[in-house]
């Protein structure tokens, strides 16, 4: 046996264990950050998933609401998602600016990461929203545009 | 050096068994499997939802009566305890009233505010009414610092007893027509001088607050016929949600009749929509 038999063999023993390490660890942890692209994957699928919203009625001064969110996974492999974002957009009527004065669009409150399995859907957290006392009379009946953004990796 | 020998002995040997190939092997199958995980991407755009605001519904046209008895007229020509204007209560989504209810008085063009009540009142009485002319009433409900519903339709024309003496409302010298029901800018009359002339104030609110002043202009600078708003009341700001609503009160069976012997109005409700989706395309 010579010597660099020796180098080979720690070589690879610190490389199994590291991979071992690595495929042993939470699944969530080792996931790969993907980019906000929606470029197919290396193995050709285009995975998609779909965010669902609680219907939300009746915002008047004052009032308080929940925008739940739902996440539904259609690809055959899971997703963890682990960064929501929303942001109010726009409305329906003129003299109704989409500002906080009218509508205030809370931090997402789910727990995140949130995993969702391959094929499978799951509650994950919701968009408070809040109507301050100052919003105009001209917001009446207007429908407010809330943006949600969603950062998801493959998981394992 | 015999021991030097030796110890290199036992260090190759375990290379005489291909368990160090396996770990490799697996080392190199665990490497490969990760990096084509690494290159899967995953879409995430961004998704719109709609969110809807409520809004105060129309209310029915008022109903109106007259005090009964024999009328009594101030000196001033206001019709003492005058109409007592009646509406139905309504809410602004699913158990939750309105805050106010502002009543109009309309006598011809003029428009002015005969009542301002809390949402636990679902009448009032025009304490500042004409006498001689005939009036129409419409009601609106308020909620918070700015939001104002529709004003209802008017309600049936009241011909306010008494003899009609010429009147300035908001400035504007008025007379009834000749069959009482059509106010005319009275010609050659000033506001700025108004012997004989009945200067018809705003109403205050009907819960306790102060009335507002006459609103006589000392100037004719009003141009007859022209329409003047109704002043824009500031009620308190709502409480929110979590916190009990001071003023309005939640109307139920079980809920104070407020004024009135006209309990448990009618509620109208903000239809429900449905479920929104969005896709987030991979």
């Given at each position: 046996?010579?010597r660099?038999?020796?180098?080979?063999?720690?070589?690879?023993?610190?490389?199994?264990?590291?991979?071992?390490a690595?495929?042993?660890?939470?699944?969530?942890?080792?996931?790969?950050k993907?980019?906000?692209?929606?470029?197919?994957?290396?193995?050709?699928?285009?995975?998609?998933?779909?965010v669902?919203?609680?219907?939300?009625?009746?915002?008047?001064?004052?009032?308080?609401?929940?925008?739940?969110?739902?996440?539904?996974?259609?690809?055959?492999?899971?997703?963890?998602?682990?960064?929501?974002?929303?942001?109010?957009?726009?409305?329906?009527?003129?003299?109704?600016?989409?500002?906080?004065?009218?509508?205030?669009?809370?931090?997402?409150?789910?727990?995140?990461?949130?995993?969702?399995?391959?094929?499978?859907?799951?509650?994950?957290?919701?968009?408070?929203?809040?109507?301050?006392?100052?919003?105009?009379?001209?917001?009446?009946?207007?429908?407010?545009?809330?943006?949600?953004?969603?950062?998801?990796?493959?998981?394992? | 050096?015999?021991?030097?020998?030796?110890?290199?002995?036992?260090?190759?040997?375990?290379?005489?068994?291909?368990?160090?190939?396996?770990?490799?092997?697996?080392?190199?199958?665990?490497?490969?499997?990760?990096?084509?995980?690494?290159?899967?991407?995953?879409?995430?755009?961004?998704?719109?939802?709609?969110?809807?605001?409520?809004?105060?519904?129309?209310?029915?046209?008022?109903?109106?009566?007259?005090?009964?008895?024999?009328?009594?007229?101030?000196?001033?020509?206001?019709?003492?305890?005058?109409?007592?204007?009646?509406?139905?209560?309504?809410?602004?989504?699913?158990?939750?009233?309105?805050?106010?209810?502002?009543?109009?008085?309309?006598?011809?063009?003029?428009?002015?505010?005969?009542?301002?009540?809390?949402?636990?009142?679902?009448?009032?009485?025009?304490?500042?009414?004409?006498?001689?002319y005939?009036?129409?009433?419409?009601?609106?409900a308020?909620?918070?610092?700015?939001?104002?519903?529709?004003?209802?339709?008017?309600?049936?024309?009241?011909?306010?007893?008494?003899?009609?003496?010429?009147?300035?409302?908001?400035?504007?010298?008025?007379?009834?027509?000749?069959?009482?029901s059509?106010?005319?800018?009275?010609?050659?009359?000033?506001?700025?001088?108004?012997t004989?002339?009945?200067?018809?104030?705003?109403?205050?609110?009907?819960?306790?607050?102060?009335?507002?002043?006459?609103?006589?202009?000392?100037?004719?600078?009003?141009?007859?016929?022209?329409?003047?708003?109704?002043?824009?009341?500031?009620?308190?700001?709502?409480?929110?949600?979590?916190?009990?609503?001071?003023?309005?009160?939640?109307?139920?069976?079980?809920?104070?009749?407020?004024?009135?012997?006209?309990?448990?109005?009618?509620?109208?409700d903000?239809?429900?929509?449905?479920?929104?989706?969005?896709v987030?395309?991979?």
């Amino acid at each position: 046996m010579h010597r660099w038999h020796k180098t080979v063999v720690v070589a690879a023993a610190v490389v199994g264990a590291a991979g071992l390490a690595v495929a042993l660890r939470d699944p969530s942890a080792t996931d790969q950050k993907m980019t906000l692209t929606a470029a197919p994957g290396a193995d050709g699928t285009n995975p998609v998933f779909t965010v669902r919203g609680a219907a939300v009625e009746d915002l008047y001064p004052g009032a308080r609401r929940r925008l739940v969110l739902t996440l539904t996974n259609s690809s055959n492999r899971d997703l963890v998602v682990t960064g929501m974002h929303a942001r109010l957009t726009a409305t329906s009527k003129p003299g109704c600016e989409p500002v906080v004065s009218n509508l205030e669009v809370g931090a997402y409150t789910g727990a995140l990461p949130a995993r969702v399995r391959a094929r499978g859907s799951r509650e994950a957290g919701a968009v408070p929203l809040h109507m301050p006392n100052t919003v105009v009379d001209a917001c009446q009946e207007a429908t407010f545009t809330v943006l949600v953004t969603a950062d998801a990796v493959a998981a394992r | 050096m015999r021991r030097r020998h030796a110890r290199t002995g036992q260090s190759f040997r375990f290379l005489r068994s291909p368990l160090p190939f396996v770990g490799v092997a697996t080392a190199l199958a665990i490497g490969t499997g990760v990096a084509a995980y690494g290159d899967w991407d995953v879409g995430a755009d961004e998704a719109q939802f709609t969110v809807h605001a409520a809004s105060i519904p129309r209310m029915d046209a008022p109903a109106v009566t007259l005090p009964g008895g024999q009328p009594e007229i101030t000196a001033d020509g206001i019709v003492v305890g005058g109409p007592r204007i009646e509406w139905d209560r309504v809410s602004i989504a699913p158990g939750t009233p309105v805050q106010r209810y502002v009543v109009t008085r309309h006598l011809g063009p003029i428009i002015q505010v005969a009542c301002d009540v809390p949402a636990d009142h679902r009448r009032c009485v025009d304490e500042n009414a004409p006498a001689g002319y005939l009036a129409t009433y419409t009601v609106a409900a308020t909620y918070g610092s700015f939001w104002t519903g529709v004003p209802s339709p008017e309600s049936a024309p009241v011909p306010l007893p008494g003899e009609a003496a010429p009147i300035v409302v908001d400035g504007v010298v008025m007379v009834p027509g000749g069959d009482g029901s059509t106010l005319v800018p009275a010609p050659g009359v000033s506001a700025s001088a108004p012997t004989g002339i009945v200067v018809v104030p705003q109403a205050g609110t009907g819960d306790g607050k102060p009335a507002a002043e006459p609103v006589v202009s000392a100037s004719a600078s009003t141009a007859p016929g022209q329409v003047q708003q109704p002043p824009v009341h500031k009620p308190p700001a709502p409480p929110e949600e979590s916190a009990p609503v001071p003023d309005s009160g939640k109307p139920s069976s079980s809920a104070p009749a407020g004024d009135d012997e006209n309990e448990g109005g009618t509620q109208k409700d903000t239809p429900l929509g449905s479920a929104v989706d969005a896709v987030i395309p991979g």
